[in-house]
């Protein structure tokens, strides 16, 4: 499902619920009949006991136990109430838990929602992104819906049927005072819109409050080695008081007019319950009111109070949970990458296969191009180089390569199949990239290298073997699973290299990208290192972006990027021969790089 989050979805998501949902409906209306008839009992006993006015009730509890003791009216009534509230109180428990099952599965599936639409975002629009934003609007937001969810179910209902129920015997009562005060709910209502729109403003802006300061916090703390190594300590975390400050002054503003938005509409209702108790005594003294009848009114009168604030309540939640679906929907209407159908796939049954760009031209967002007519082809089982100056495109091209940007113009061919014939899963699965920067979980090093994938101690010792890093490994007391600390810190850099080429080599990939990924290594390394590979990439189709000869040497064929241009290709002796190539000679290392 995609598009925005609405008031309509989430009634269709409760209404889905359709078993829990009447259960909980009916358990409340049960409570509600169960409670309606309590505010008049003891004050028709008033009437009908104290002031000597025999009635139907007394009449009724007489012909039952043969006695007219006032103690036994009173233990009987007072037997009715209890077991009336005892009742009410076990419906009540029973109609939470139904309705906390319907508000923790809408929960659940607006989590889903955004989990399953981040899953399938594009990679430009992720680029936008900060994760403390999307956790905030994952967690926070998601609670104020599905509590508001809550509220609906629980209380429009049960609340409106009280309403109706005492309105029902108030006119019964008195309708001159009934109607005066049924005429005065329309103003509480309006009354608890005013007050839910300006709340509703007040806490957007905690909310935004929350969003920057959480965006920074999250930044300060996943960058903190460098923060530390530039000796910025007080700078970021000054700027983050700044905002635990502006979260105060909002949360102050907010917590303090919503408290009086709440207490002034207690004040409102209190007034108005004063009043009628002066026109309920008035009453008595001008008509056919009875005293308990009087008292009964204003308990009803009272007990009208709850489901009138639950309603107001709703009213001002329904204003104040806007700006929560606002903040979701600006991850829902993020667009996703493209979708292919998966019509062909050109690695079934086969080793490896070409890869080819056919005039391929790309652009970020609106921007200007930056790559222009790229064409270039690693026959199947080829390995070729991309070379050229820094920021040439040489990286863009590889995760063209992989789907991660969708091209403007221009074909990608996996075994001359387009690759919105073969689908970007399909592609990945036997693709592999593997970026400069090494990215990792803080967690083992069975788990980083693995993904959660099945894989065997024989096959997982190999693949370290083969990127040398099998000795590293053996001698830690945890071995497999010594955890790394975030994003791999316990590790140095090539360590961290050497382990992302493991975790390559154990995905057993039938395509191999490398984007400047032994740049941590030193040459003698890095030269041993290609050498223990050599075995694994034979036969397979391998892309290596580099800048060191001890690494371009190897391929059989050179593209040279500038600018978002092929601007030459050939063997390595070719592009040497032209000055695309410069060697110079490193002393230390005793080897020539580009």
Not at 22 to 50: H, K, Q, S, Y
Not at 225 to 241: A, D, H, K, P, T
Not at 385 to 400: D, E, N, R, V
Not at 415 to 431: A, H, Q
Request: glycine content about 6%; charged content about 20%; hydrophobic content about 45%.
């Amino acid at each position: 499902m995609t598009g925005k989050y609405t008031f309509k979805t989430l009634h269709d998501q409760i209404k889905a619920q359709e078993r829990d949902f009447w259960r909980t409906n009916l358990l409340g209306i049960g409570a509600t009949l169960l409670l309606l008839p309590i505010p008049m009992l003891m004050p028709l006993l008033i009437d009908e006991v104290l002031l000597g006015h025999p009635g139907k009730m007394t009449e009724f509890i007489s012909s039952i136990f043969g006695n007219s003791e006032v103690w036994l009216y009173i233990s009987v009534i007072l037997a009715v109430i209890l077991t009336l509230r005892f009742l009410a109180f076990f419906l009540n428990n029973k109609k939470t838990f139904y309705a906390t099952k319907i508000t923790q599965k809408i929960s659940y599936l607006l989590r889903h929602r955004i989990l399953h639409h981040l899953e399938r975002i594009s990679l430009s629009e992720y680029e936008s992104l900060k994760s403390g934003n999307i956790a905030s609007k994952s967690v926070q937001d998601v609670e104020s819906i599905s509590g508001f969810s809550g509220q609906i179910v629980t209380t429009l209902l049960s609340a409106s049927l009280m309403l109706l129920g005492i309105a029902v015997i108030m006119l019964w009562m008195n309708w001159v005072l009934a109607l005066l005060v049924f005429l005065l709910n329309p103003f509480f209502l309006a009354f608890s819109k005013l007050l839910g729109r300006k709340t509703g403003e007040l806490l957007r802006r905690q909310y935004k409050a929350y969003e920057i300061y959480h965006e920074l916090l999250n930044e300060t703390l996943e960058l903190f080695v460098q923060v530390r190594v530039s000796n910025q300590e007080r700078s970021f975390f000054g700027i983050l008081q700044g905002h635990a400050k502006e979260i105060e002054s909002a949360s102050l503003d907010y917590g303090y007019k919503a408290s009086v938005a709440q207490t002034s509409s207690t004040l409102l209702t209190n007034t108005v319950v004063d009043i009628f108790r002066g026109l309920g005594i008035a009453a008595v003294a001008y008509s056919d009111l009875t005293v308990g009848m009087m008292i009964a009114f204003l308990f009803y009168l009272s007990t009208l109070v709850s489901p009138m604030q639950q309603l107001m309540g709703l009213v001002i939640s329904y204003q104040t949970i806007k700006p929560a679906l606002e903040r979701i929907n600006t991850l829902l209407t993020l667009s996703h990458e493209p979708h292919y159908p998966h019509e062909c796939n050109p690695f079934e049954d086969k080793k490896t296969t070409s890869l080819e760009l056919k005039e391929i031209s790309f652009s970020y967002g609106n921007g200007k191009e930056v790559l222009h007519n790229i064409n270039l082809k690693a026959k199947e089982g080829q390995k070729i180089a991309l070379i050229g100056p820094s920021g040439s495109g040489k990286t863009t091209i590889a995760q063209i390569m992989v789907g991660f940007y969708p091209s403007h113009r221009g074909e990608i061919l996996y075994g001359d199949v387009p690759i919105e014939k073969i689908g970007l899963p399909i592609v990945r699965e036997n693709t592999a990239l593997m970026l400069q920067e090494a990215l990792f979980f803080n967690d083992t090093i069975r788990m980083n290298l693995t993904l959660f994938k099945e894989k065997s101690e024989t096959e997982i010792y190999e693949a370290l073997k083969a990127a040398q890093l099998e000795e590293f490994v053996a001698k830690l007391e945890d071995g497999l699973e010594t955890c790394i600390g975030k994003n791999g810190i316990r590790l140095s850099g090539g360590q961290r290299q050497r382990l992302a080429i493991a975790r390559l080599i154990l995905s057993d990939p039938k395509i191999v990208i490398f984007d400047e990924a032994t740049s941590a290594l030193d040459n003698e390394t890095e030269y041993h290192l290609y050498e223990t590979l050599e075995a694994f990439l034979k036969g397979r189709t391998t892309i290596i972006i580099a800048h060191r000869t001890t690494t371009i040497k190897q391929a059989d064929h050179i593209y040279f990027i500038d600018d978002g241009y092929v601007k030459a290709e050939g063997s390595y002796e070719e592009l040497r021969k032209i000055g695309l190539i410069q060697a110079e000679f490193d002393a230390e290392k005793n080897t020539t790089i580009c």
